[in-house]
């Protein structure tokens, strides 16, 4: 449910849906989502759904604050009950030219690189959200022993593929670009592709993602 | 496909083409980018004769200088803008807001924006573009949109598909008003800072940085402390959010923003201001001023109001 609902700027609401960050306030999220995008409500022109919050701008040209905020409490709970999600499979190459900061993770977490690949390896993600930079997906959650800082420095440039991780999630860059996640290998798969307009996301809020290890053989042959 | 083209001499700074802006692809990543200067922009495309959500060139700083090759064509700069064109033998200086009409091997040389950052070029005619979710924009950050998503280059061709059957003289008197106050609403983490943190964030005057760019505008000033946490979870941005990162100063997200942050968000531009706030150039000064959001709406409207009669007078 919706907490609270307030104005950000003029020409969007905030819907704050709690403070915590777990899976169900998160579905609720992408539950609102779903159905705003279905109902095609005049004027709306933007949706970012988040951990626990959802911003939904408008075209102050043809509506307002107040209009979009009484379409959105009309909103009732039967309408808010869509949620699509797929099961992904993402090959990961952790070779030591790709995990970049195994040995910091090793020293923060207190882990072995055997033992930090092996957690990441068992668990299934869920994805909270994409953005950020196109099509980046949050995925969560790590287990609290695997839990590491950002990197007190960030990287002005982290390669195409890499996979992250930070605090409790996950993350792919799906494109060369500044970031200071920890990162521990690399994608072969393209994770956004601006050429297919309908679908440039592998993956969207709502699906669920294993990660799969191989080797750097299979990496430099997967597509080809 | 026509035989006329722009062959560019020089590109320019931050030279792309920018249209109207992609909606509704927040939720993966991608902002809506579009012409910085929405009113200059409208401007271009209607004093070229063409349909107002047209494909321009967008030019920051130095301009391009372009020769066109081809038959005739009609071209115009909106923005605070000194050019020069350059027709058989004779260079002479061009007045923005006034069609020009090029034949070939004519120039025009974009020498820089006057006070102010945006200008833009339109044409009396189509670009040659690849569209990306129905919009040219060019986002060079996640490089998308058309000629690759990556900036104009020297030596590169511009394309025309086609030229404008009509091309009558057409001129506008519009003068660009420059602001100092930018008018905010106050952010969903307002709170979030201390007494002498809010107070200097809305008394104090901040100097924009040479960091800024299409992405966002970085501002110098007093440092506003936090006193709750520096960071939020990650949550969705729009253009005109001010972010106070841990060091203090202030960022304004600006079109081509990135879609999520994690700093608190002490103000949001209002609408009315936007078009004006990109245009503040490098070592000026601004100052906020708190409006609410039933003033922001009306002021909206007045400048829309504004914009149409501008328009309807070409």
Redesign the interface.
């Known amino acids: 449910m919706i907490k609270n609902i307030?104005?950000?700027?003029?020409?969007?609401l905030?819907c704050d849906f709690g403070?915590e960050?777990n899976k169900q306030i998160n579905s609720e999220v992408i539950k609102y989502?779903n159905s705003i995008r279905e109902k095609n409500i005049r004027g709306i022109?933007?949706?970012?759904?988040?951990?626990?919050?959802?911003?939904i701008?408008f075209d102050?040209?043809v509506t307002?604050?107040k209009e979009i905020k009484n379409e959105i409490e009309k909103l009732s709970e039967s309408e808010t009950q869509k949620i699509i999600n797929k099961n992904l499979e993402i090959p990961v190459c952790c070779d030591a030219s790709f995990s970049l900061d195994i040995e910091r993770l090793e020293k923060k977490l207190n882990l072995n690189k055997d033992e930090i690949l092996e957690n990441f390896f068992n668990q299934e993600f869920f994805c909270y959200?994409?953005?950020?930079?196109?099509?980046?997906p949050?995925l969560g959650d790590l287990s609290e022993k695997m839990r590491a800082q950002r990197l007190e420095t960030p990287r002005v440039k982290v390669p195409k593929g890499s996979v992250g991780m930070t605090e409790q999630f996950a993350n792919i860059y799906?494109?060369e670009?500044p970031g200071g996640w920890n990162i521990i290998g690399n994608t072969p798969l393209e994770v956004?592709q601006?050429s297919k307009?309908e679908e440039?996301?592998l993956v969207?809020?709502g699906d669920t993602v294993k990660f799969k290890q191989i080797s750097l053989e299979e990496y430099k042959n997967y597509n080809e | 496909m026509s035989n006329n083209f722009f062959k560019i001499l020089r590109a320019g700074v931050n030279t792309t083409f920018q249209d109207k802006g992609r909606n509704n692809l927040y939720h993966i990543g991608i902002p809506f980018s579009g012409a910085m200067d929405n009113r200059n922009y409208l401007l271009a495309n209607k004093l070229a004769g063409n349909k107002l959500d047209s494909p321009v060139i967008e030019f920051a700083y130095q301009g391009p200088l372009l020769k066109f090759y081809g038959d005739k064509i009609n071209i115009v700069i909106t923005g605070d803008v000194v050019f020069k064109l350059k027709q058989q033998d004779k260079e002479f200086d061009g007045n923005c807001y006034e069609t020009y009409q090029l034949e070939n091997e004519d120039e025009i040389n974009i020498l820089s924006t006057n006070k102010s950052v945006y200008g833009y070029l339109a044409i009396s005619g189509t670009f040659d573009l690849k569209l990306q979710w129905g919009s040219c924009s060019i986002n060079t950050k996640a490089n998308i949109g058309s000629n690759e998503g990556k900036k104009l280059e020297s030596e590169q061709e511009i394309k025309i598909s086609k030229l404008n059957e009509n091309i009558n003289k057409k001129k506008i008197d519009y003068l660009n008003s420059k602001i100092e106050n930018i008018r905010i609403m106050k952010g969903t983490n307002f709170d979030y800072f201390s007494e002498k943190g809010k107070k200097d964030f809305l008394e104090k005057e901040f100097t924009v940085s040479k960091l800024s760019d299409r992405m966002g505008m970085r501002l110098e000033g007093p440092k506003i402390e936090n006193i709750v946490n520096t960071n939020i979870k990650s949550e969705g941005l729009l253009k005109g959010v001010i972010q106070v990162p841990a060091d203090g100063n202030p960022i304004i997200m600006l079109s081509d923003h990135g879609t999520i942050g994690g700093y608190p968000k002490i103000a949001v531009v209002a609408s009315v201001d936007y078009d004006r706030l990109v245009q503040i150039s490098p070592g000026s000064k601004i100052k906020f001023k708190e409006i609410e959001l039933s003033d922001a709406e009306t002021l909206f409207k007045l400048y829309e109001m504004e914009t149409q009669n501008l328009l309807s007078q070409i």
């Open positions: 307030s104005n950000l700027g003029d020409a969007a905030y403070t960050v989502f022109n933007n949706l970012t759904p988040s951990y626990n919050k959802l911003i701008s102050l040209k307002n604050f959200m994409t953005g950020f930079i196109a099509g980046m949050f799906t494109f670009s956004f601006s307009e440039p996301n969207n809020p």
